[in-house]
């Protein structure tokens, strides 16, 4: 599949993640980071910059760092990982005492956590763990519009008809539920939210929107909004990476051929817009002046990409190969910290188009280069 050029780069990249991951792994153990400031990890799991229910312990990114440990264990069998992921999946249950600051991001939570911890040990508390977030998803889904609720209300916001792409990532929780338990409700609701997602956000040239609203009470798409992207209409890239890999989990699923050709219309969208430089924008319709760039986004693309590969036939799935070395060779060579002066690997996510600043490492980034890295090698685990 690789040449050998690629082969020893590849390699080159592994033992770098190793190496970084065995040090930022003691340092961090305690913590549940999100960023980094001044090169130093931060930790939601104390600080909570906002204020807000939905920030501190129940941001939705403070499942990826036990992800990363979970995936680190699996590489290299080494115990403290495992101990390490164990003590931040512990912490996430004040958010289920804490219940309003949850949301649709469950899934982002618990599934790199519990659903990571059930997989590799059985252990049964994080079943229960698991499970119990599964509900609290399945609770959200709107019948009449057939889509999961996103957000809570914001401020005066009324978001009660809202859904967003990147649910497409916490669904999986569901899967795993109805896999589990045996109990096909689970499943149901994943399907029709991935059904609902396929006809109100994947626009016919496999871009997508990030937010739709849909009439709560009797489910009309009512209209579209830019969300963290550009403008209504635009083409938030990381939204359009939620897609790419999101809908190639639902098929990996259900073995619904839909939701694969789904994947590939977006995942052809993407590839055809990867700039030469091989750096991704915030949003593909942004205008070229401020630069604003966004390497979570490759590094999800590149995970949903080599998905992609696996599922097709043996004379389309270079192209995804190719497209994924290219967004993962610049993440190495050009946007990653290897050093000890920052606790991240990737240096330059964005949040958003509009967001306060740009440029800064982001935990999810670090999550899915690794992902994809090991996923490359053929040893990944697989945790969606
Ligand atoms: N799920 C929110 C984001 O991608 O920023």
């Not at 340092?27 to 090169?39: A, C, D, E, L, V």
């Not at 609902?196 to 009470?217: C, K, L, Q, W, Y």
């Amino acid at each position: 599949m690789l040449e050998t050029n690629e082969k020893i780069w590849l390699n080159g990249v592994i033992e770098k993640i190793a190496t970084k991951m065995d040090w930022v792994s003691e340092k961090s153990r305690n913590k549940i980071p999100y960023t980094t400031i001044n090169g130093t990890h931060d930790d939601r799991s104390i600080d909570n910059p906002s204020g807000n229910k939905t920030d501190g312990i129940n941001w939705w990114t403070n499942g990826f760092w036990g992800g990363m440990m979970w995936l680190m264990y699996h590489e290299t069998g080494n115990e403290k990982y495992k101990e390490i992921a164990n003590i931040s999946e512990a912490g996430l249950d004040q958010c289920f005492q804490d219940y309003y600051g949850l949301h649709h991001d469950v899934g982002f939570m618990w599934l790199p956590t519990s659903v990571a911890n059930y997989k590799v040990t059985k252990n049964a508390e994080s079943r229960k763990r698991a499970l119990h977030a599964a509900n609290l998803l399945a609770g959200r889904f709107n019948l009449a519009g057939g889509f999961i609720r996103a957000w809570n209300d914001v401020g005066d916001k009324d978001t009660r008809g809202w859904a967003i792409i990147d649910c497409m990532f916490n669904i999986p929780l569901l899967y795993w539920a109805s896999e589990e338990t045996g109990d096909p409700r689970f499943k149901q609701i994943a399907m029709k939210h991935a059904d609902t997602s396929m006809s109100a956000f994947v626009r016919p040239d496999g871009s997508v929107n990030h937010i739709v609203e849909f009439d709560p009470f009797n489910g009309g798409v009512v209209k579209t909004y830019g969300g963290q992207g550009y403008e209504e209409g635009s083409s938030w890239t990381r939204g359009q990476t939620w897609a790419l890999y999101g809908f190639m989990m639902s098929y990996i699923h259900t073995g619904k051929e839909e939701y694969l050709n789904t994947a590939k219309r977006v995942a052809h969208y993407f590839m055809a817009n990867i700039p030469d430089s091989g750096v991704i924008p915030v949003d593909f319709r942004q205008p070229r002046e401020p630069r604003r760039e966004d390497d979570t986004a490759a590094a999800i693309a590149a995970c949903g990409l080599l998905e992609i590969a696996k599922a097709v036939g043996p004379y389309e799935k270079d192209s995804y190969i190719k497209a994924a070395l290219k967004l993962l060779k610049t993440l190495d060579e050009s946007r990653s910290d290897w050093s000890r002066d920052n606790d991240c690997i990737l240096q330059n996510g964005s949040g958003a188009y509009y967001a306060k600043s740009h440029h800064h490492p982001i935990i999810y980034g670090d999550y899915y280069f690794m992902e994809a890295i090991f996923k490359l090698k053929g040893n990944d685990l697989y945790l969606w």
